[in-house]
């Protein structure tokens, strides 16, 4: 298999940080005769998206990742 446990485990640990930085950009939207300057927050426009970003190369990190080769000159087996 090309990934092993821990490629899982961190890959499932990005996808819940994509998820969380896709939560913080919901919310109420602006109707056609009313405006809500709310779409305009920080939270929207910087914080979840950085949050999203992170959780992407989190992925790529994940995908890359290798695990140390077990050398056959280890005393405590």
């Not at 819940?16 to 709310?38: K, Q, T, Y």
């Amino acid at each position: 298999m090309a990934f092993n446990k821990t490629n899982y485990i961190l890959l499932a640990i990005g996808m819940a940080i994509v998820i969380v930085g896709l939560v913080l950009m919901s919310g109420e939207g602006s109707a056609e005769g009313f405006f809500n300057p709310d779409i305009f927050s920080a939270r929207r426009i910087k914080v979840a998206p950085l949050v999203s970003l992170f959780g992407f190369l989190f992925i790529m990190v994940a995908i890359m990742y290798r695990p140390k080769a077990k050398t056959g000159l280890d005393i405590n087996r």
